[in-house]
């Protein structure tokens, strides 16, 4: 007996920008598995995040909604997670994705990395359930593995793990019994941080890139904003790093090759599971999509790592360029590339409407739009901006402009705005914010964020009017200069599902 449904298998990398794949069009990664799925599918290249923090965007994919609808606008400081409630589910108070699935017979299943509230028992919908306690990976080696009630280290490379778990549920998987399966796959790399990625690699890939130039990772001066950030964090924490490693990566060639080939790690794993779905006969009724947390600059605008990693945060291209490709074995055309606008938020109402579910108002005023048209090969209309947060910087991208806005609350801290023309300025180096010539378009793109933002955005979590965030901010002295000493993060919501 078929599934009523199709199954949905969802791989999720961990920093990584779109163009860390050879089908993207980078010549020095070495990702045959990646670039065989897209060539099999839909390869979608202006796919953008809503946030580049780990946390923010998972929640964003799982309910739909921006991160000043659900409340997490940084990564969750798991290194306080002593102090969150019992059980805490950070998106506890919305309808999940997962949770939707099983809800209509669904089997489901998290087999990588969590990020979202306390991970020692199922959250979100997921029965089967494999993750790790936290969000940060300092070492791709001797983790700790959360195996439903089981607790033990695994000695070996993690995303081997995941992938040979992932590999396991799909062989124990009965198709005869008729109920659909819902798997996902968070792999906790390719990553980028020290010290995971500091010194040479050590994985099976390594040797792909001894001698690799690295000439697909920019070597530009560090950006003001980079080096602003570097000096805030020195200030506020006292840690080792001192998160000096974001100045270094760019020209740490060791540190690149690794990073490189923690992506082939990934790209090992996918074409493993794949491979599992065949050998099971599961290939035409999976549809399979692959994308990432959010993007990476790879020292693209004078920065390495996310959004987050310059101050102001922001949302340049890289950083926020991620992943997208979409495939179902005889039922999806082959070799599409598309280049319309996309948002990770659009998965939530795509996967929904292609499995005749309909996502409209499960959590509110979600801006995700379905594009489950196009994978059953017809038209499909298509959004012409994506928007995107991060904490005190708002931003708009159409196929035009990108413009960056910026919190002006605090007199103590004045931020200023940046507009980009990607038609005449793709590298978007040029700020014409302030330009006269661009003053028109400059009011009617504000005036869209702010539009957006008034529409979207819930009171309780929207912080430019004096909304909280959960747990943990990324600039609470920001929030309290504007809003006053009592401002405080919280955790909202319920628990549970």
Request: net charge negative; glycine share 8%.
């Amino acid at each position: 007996m078929k599934p009523k449904h199709p199954n949905i298998l969802i791989f999720m990398s961990d920093n990584q920008p779109a163009e860390l794949l050879g089908c993207y069009g980078n010549d020095e990664i070495h990702t045959p598995h990646l670039d065989r799925l897209a060539g099999g599918g839909i390869r979608f290249d202006n796919a953008f995040c809503v946030n580049a923090m780990c946390s923010p965007c998972r929640a964003s994919v799982l309910t739909g909604l921006m991160p000043s609808q659900h409340g997490i606008h940084t990564w969750l400081d798991d290194g306080v997670m002593d102090s969150w409630p019992d059980k805490w589910n950070a998106i506890g108070e919305f309808r999940s994705f997962p949770t939707v699935l099983k809800e209509n017979g669904y089997l489901t299943a998290l087999i990588g990395k969590y990020h979202l509230g306390v991970p020692f028992e199922p959250q979100n919908g997921f029965d089967h359930w494999i993750t790790f306690p936290h969000g940060h990976t300092m070492d791709f080696h001797n983790t700790t593995i959360i195996d439903g009630d089981e607790r033990y280290v695994f000695e070996g490379h993690s995303v081997d793990y995941f992938t040979q778990k992932s590999v396991e549920f799909l062989d124990a998987y009965d198709r005869k019994a008729g109920a659909p399966f819902f798997l996902f796959v968070p792999y906790n790399g390719p990553y980028g941080h020290w010290p995971a990625v500091k010194g040479p690699a050590d994985n099976r890939f390594a040797h792909l890139y001894d001698e690799t130039e690295m000439h697909s990772v920019p070597r530009e001066g560090l950006s003001k904003e980079t080096i602003d950030r570097f000096m805030r964090r020195t200030h506020e924490y006292t840690r080792e790093e001192n998160y000096a490693y974001h100045l270094r990566i760019p020209n740490d060639l060791e540190t690149l090759r690794n990073y490189f080939s923690q992506m082939s790690m990934v790209d090992d794993g996918v074409g493993r599971i794949h491979d599992a779905l065949r050998r099971n006969d599961l290939s035409q009724d999976t549809l399979v999509v692959y994308t990432a947390d959010h993007g990476y600059s790879l020292g693209h605008n004078g920065f390495w790592g996310h959004g987050q990693s310059t101050w102001p945060s922001n949302m340049h291209h890289a950083a926020f360029n991620i992943p997208l490709i979409v495939a179902r074995h005889e039922h999806i055309e082959a070799s599409q590339v598309r280049g319309d606008l996309a948002s990770q938020l659009d998965l939530f109402a795509t996967l929904l409407d292609y499995i005749g579910l309909d996502a409209k108002n499960l959590n509110g005023r979600s801006d995700s739009r379905s594009f489950a048209p196009l994978l059953n090969g017809k038209p499909c209309t298509w959004r012409d901006a994506v928007f995107m947060e991060q904490e005190e910087t708002r931003a708009i991208r159409t196929a035009r402009w990108l413009y960056m806005m910026r919190f002006k609350g605090s007199a103590e801290h004045p931020l200023k705005d940046e507009m980009y023309d990607l038609s005449n300025d793709p590298k978007e180096r040029k700020n014409l914010a302030k330009d006269p010539s661009y003053a028109e378009i400059a009011s009617e793109l504000s005036q869209r964020i702010t539009a957006f933002f008034d529409t979207h955005s819930d009171p309780r979590y929207d912080l430019w009017k004096g909304g909280t965030a959960k747990s943990n901010s990324d600039a609470p002295w920001l929030w309290k200069e504007a809003w006053g000493d009592d401002w405080e993060p919280n955790f909202g919501g319920s628990l549970g599902d």
